[in-house]
């Protein structure tokens, strides 16, 4: 069974960083992009980042690009989500998630294209 288990999570004050782990396990997703998302109450999931499976391409959301890096270890089976200069806005359960589907090696930033997601991450900016 395919599990992803998303830690590191927490409260931290603006201008802070975290790191936030993604582990899969069940399968192996080395050949797989791998993608970020949040959400907050009240509004849709959205897009953060997500990169092919050795990391030579990446995709960011505008709000994001600069602070935030994603980054993999295949060998462990693990996405990693710096994040530097957190802000109130950044305050969401953040999921990870693996591409589906025939392009699955190939990043995207649509929610609908990732088809195994983690159980989520809580963060919160305090300012």
């Known amino acids: 069974q395919v599990q992803l288990v998303e830690s590191g999570g927490g409260l931290v004050q603006a201008g802070g960083s975290l790191r936030l782990s993604c582990a899969a396990s069940g399968r192996t997703f080395s050949s797989y992009a791998m993608g970020w998302f949040r959400q907050s109450p009240g509004k849709e999931r959205e897009f953060v980042a997500a990169?092919?499976?050795?990391?030579?391409?990446?995709y960011y959301a505008d709000s994001v690009r600069g602070r935030f890096t994603i980054s993999r270890d295949n060998v462990n089976n693990t996405s990693y989500l710096y994040m530097n200069s957190l802000k109130p806005e950044d305050t969401a359960v953040y999921y990870c998630a693996v591409k589906g589907g025939s392009y699955a090696h190939i990043p995207s930033k649509s929610v609908e294209e990732y088809v195994y997601w983690g159980q989520g991450t809580q963060v919160t900016v305090s300012s």
């Open positions: 990169n092919t499976w050795n990391g030579a391409t990446t």
